[in-house]
Nanobody, 126 residues
Framework: QLQLVESGGGSVQPGGSLRLSCAAS????????IGWFRQAPGKEREGVSC????????NYADSVKGRFTISRDNAKNTVYLQMNSLRPEDTAVYYC???????????????????WGQGTQVTVSS
C-alpha cells in the first residue's frame, strides 16, 4: 500500500523559504498525480498545488502563484514543494496526497485523492 510521509516543515520568518518533501513508499509515484494541501486552525483543508504523473502539468492556488513551486523526482520517489516569500497566512499543516491512474478533474478537491500523508507543520511568524 502506498504510504506518504511529509517532511521539511518548520518555523520561519515572513519572507523566508522552506522546501517540503513528500516521500513515498510501498509503491512507485510514477503512476500518481500528487497534490499539496494545507489546513490552518479553524479552517478547511485547501488545495495548494498539484503535479501530473508525467510532470507535464502543474497547478497552483491563486494565493501561492509565483511563490510556490511543485516538482517531482520519480527516481527518488519524492515530490517537493518549494515555498518562497512565505507569509503568516501560509501557516498551516501541509499534506501530500496522491491520485492514481487518471489525473484529477478538479485538482483542488480532496475527494480526488486516495492517499494522504500525516502532514507537516509550517509556521510563519516574526
Amino acid at each position: 500500500q502506498l504510504q506518504l510521509v511529509e517532511s521539511g516543515g518548520g518555523s520561519v520568518q515572513p519572507g523566508g523559504s522552506l522546501r517540503l518533501s513528500c516521500a513515498a513508499s510501498g509503491s512507485t509515484l510514477d503512476y500518481y498525480a500528487i497534490g499539496w494541501f494545507r489546513q490552518a486552525p479553524g479552517k478547511e483543508r485547501e488545495g495548494v498545488s498539484c503535479i501530473s504523473r508525467s510532470d507535464t502539468y502543474t497547478n497552483y492556488a491563486d494565493s501561492v502563484k509565483g511563490r510556490f513551486t511543485i516538482s517531482r523526482d520519480n527516481a527518488k520517489n519524492t515530490v517537493y514543494l518549494q515555498m518562497n516569500s512565505l507569509r503568516p497566512e501560509d501557516t498551516a499543516v501541509y499534506y501530500c496526497a496522491a491520485r492514481r491512474f487518471s489525473p484529477p478533474l478538479n485538482w483542488y478537491s480532496l475527494m480526488e485523492y486516495s492517499y494522504w500523508g500525516q502532514g507537516t507543520q509550517v509556521t510563519v511568524s516574526s
